[in-house]
């Protein structure tokens, strides 16, 4: 039971991130901009994290979720199924958006349903580079500072900063994704080039994730306090043997 509350919660995370922050962009990118977008994905990320973070740890993210599981803090079955609940979440939310683009009579500001996307401003390779970097930091920002204890009141607030400054660099190069599951959802209705172009919104965030994975323990000490992921044994708990 306990395990499917937290897979449900990283399904509505999810789709309530996408809906927000792919629906600002959609709704209201000509008027309020990149700031605004950017900031709408901050803000209901940081509520997310506070809200359902004590449960699932709110990843709403596959590449956190793939950060997560190579430190060893969840197993690969909950991994997996995060990632299915993340990518149905963001699927749903998108659906949403679609609909009311489609039959509600709203305008879609971006012309592609906030979809992500290359060539434009910038090359496949360019985008590679920026969403293995940009993912990196996020993901980085993530890891380290859910494994200090002594910092978890300001983790939400940090995670959230954290992806507003990565939006602002990306959004009017490649829409910046750094999330598989967020771009994944638009693209499946959107189709066309944005389909095409998927794997690389795919493959390099995760590889972003799995290098933060690896920097993150020279930045963390080892500690007994160490916060885990719902599903992971804790460390600091006693032995039961």
Not at 80 to 88: L, S
């Amino acid at each position: 039971m306990d395990a499917a509350r937290r897979y449900a919660a990283e399904l509505l995370g999810t789709l309530l991130l996408v809906f927000v922050g792919v629906g600002t962009a959609v709704f209201a990118q000509m008027q309020g901009g990149v700031v605004v977008v950017a900031l709408a994905f901050g803000f209901v990320l940081v509520g997310l994290v506070y809200t359902i973070g004590p449960l699932s740890g709110a990843h709403l993210n596959p590449a956190v979720t793939m950060g997560v599981l190579l430190s060893g803090k969840i197993s690969v079955v909950g991994a997996v199924a995060y990632w299915i609940a993340q990518f149905v979440g963001a699927t749903v939310a998108s659906f949403v958006i679609w609909g009311l683009v489609r039959w509600g009579g709203v305008a879609d500001q971006t012309g592609a349903l906030g979809t992500n996307g290359y060539g434009v401003h910038i090359n496949r390779g360019g985008t590679a580079v920026l969403e293995v970097v940009l993912t990196f930091l996020f993901v980085l920002v993530v890891l380290v500072v859910t494994s200090r204890v002594e910092h978890a009141g300001f983790a939400g607030l940090a995670i959230g900063l954290a992806l507003v400054a990565v939006l602002l660099v990306g959004i009017t190069l490649d829409g910046t994704s750094i999330n598989p599951a967020r771009s994944f959802g638009p693209a499946v209705f959107e189709g066309g080039a944005a389909l095409r172009q998927l794997w690389v919104f795919v493959v390099f965030p995760l590889l972003g994730g799995a290098l933060a994975a690896l920097a993150a323990p020279l930045l963390v000490a080892p500690s007994r306090h160490f916060r885990a992921e719902p599903d992971a044994p804790d460390p600091a708990a006693p032995d039961p043997t």
